[in-house]
């Protein structure tokens, strides 16, 4: 099959803070990437254990995405709406993975027609990944950059039980010099997923995707292999179980 074309890109407007509270919910604030173009398809990002929504690798990619005609909603878990700074308490897991399923819900009803994808950063994207391995059918894709596999120094204790209930296809973006798994580690556990899963590995770049000490953020280069390798896998699922 013919690898499909990334969309065309075009200029996408300003992000708008975005705030919805319901009652006996967790609310949902962060802000909002719309595209230039209509909107169909649309990504709920969060963010790792020590940032917010708007860490700057969340902004570069609500951007891009958005230029390429997805709708991003870049959100705060429960535990930072709840704390500025500090990590979050272990026991507070199942209620951050609430605040993304209602995040996932807030994006959805705005998109009724179109296809919903979620995925964060580290921390954030560990709860994405459980989250949709207790509920498949809750997003269509799942995008995780810089999975934390195991705490630094401590490879046997991996976080992996849940990869073989992932059916939706898995991207991925991982550093070469990243302390929570090396691109080995990665790829072993990627096999334990038995939905589509691609992995774009980043020589040189640590647990913030950027290469160096001097340079924790991702640069543009990565920003725009991120998004086009998402955006091929999933047009390629969707267009191999199109009816």
Same mark, same amino acid.
């Given at each position: 099959?013919?690898?499909?074309?990334?969309?065309?890109?075009?200029?996408?407007?300003?992000?708008?803070? =975005?705030?919805?509270?319901?009652?006996?919910?967790?609310?949902?604030?962060?802000?909002?990437?719309?595209?230039?173009?209509?909107?169909?398809?649309?990504?709920?990002?969060?963010?790792?254990?020590?940032?917010?929504?708007?860490?700057?690798?969340?902004?570069?990619?609500?951007?891009? =995405?958005?230029?390429?005609?997805?709708?991003?909603?870049?959100?705060?878990?429960?535990?930072?709406?709840?704390?500025?700074?500090?990590?979050?308490?272990?026991?507070?897991?199942?209620?951050?993975?609430?605040?993304?399923?209602?995040?996932?819900?807030?994006?959805?009803?705005?998109?009724?027609?179109?296809?919903?994808?979620?995925?964060?950063?580290?921390?954030?994207?560990?709860?994405?990944?459980?989250?949709?391995?207790?509920?498949?059918?809750?997003?269509?894709?799942?995008?995780?950059?810089?999975?934390?596999?195991?705490?630094?120094?401590?490879?046997?204790?991996?976080?992996?039980?849940?990869?073989?209930?992932?059916?939706?296809?898995?991207? =991925?973006?991982?550093?070469?010099?990243?302390? =929570?798994?090396?691109?080995?580690?990665?790829?072993?556990?990627?096999?334990?997923?038995?939905?589509?899963?691609?992995?774009?590995?980043? $020589?040189?770049?640590?647990?913030?995707?950027?290469?160096?000490?001097?340079?924790? $953020?991702?640069?543009?280069?990565?920003?725009?292999?991120?998004?086009?390798?998402?955006?091929?896998?999933?047009?390629?699922?969707?267009?191999?179980?199109?009816?």
């Amino acid at each position: 099959m013919d690898r499909p074309a990334t969309p065309a890109v075009s200029a996408a407007p300003a992000p708008e803070p =975005f705030h919805r509270a319901a009652p006996g919910r967790p609310a949902v604030r962060g802000f909002l990437h719309r595209p230039a173009s209509p909107e169909r398809d649309g990504l709920v990002l969060t963010h790792g254990a020590g940032g917010n929504s708007s860490a700057k690798i969340l902004v570069a990619l609500g951007s891009a =995405f958005a230029k390429s005609g997805l709708s991003v909603l870049r959100c705060d878990l429960p535990f930072r709406q709840e704390r500025p700074k500090g990590p979050p308490f272990p026991p507070g897991a199942a209620h951050d993975r609430e605040g993304l399923r209602q995040a996932v819900s807030e994006l959805r009803s705005m998109l009724p027609r179109g296809r919903v994808y979620v995925g964060g950063q580290s921390y954030g994207g560990r709860q994405a990944s459980l989250l949709l391995a207790e509920e498949p059918a809750l997003a269509d894709g799942l995008l995780l950059l810089s999975y934390p596999l195991h705490p630094p120094g401590r490879a046997r204790e991996l976080r992996t039980a849940h990869f073989p209930a992932l059916r939706a296809p898995t991207l =991925f973006a991982h550093g070469s010099q990243d302390p =929570f798994g090396s691109l080995e580690e990665i790829e072993t556990a990627r096999a334990l997923i038995p939905g589509p899963a691609a992995l774009v590995a980043i $020589e040189g770049a640590g647990h913030g995707l950027g290469r160096g000490t001097r340079a924790p $953020e991702p640069a543009t280069e990565t920003i725009v292999r991120i998004v086009d390798a998402f955006l091929s896998l999933v047009t390629t699922e969707a267009v191999r179980h199109r009816p």
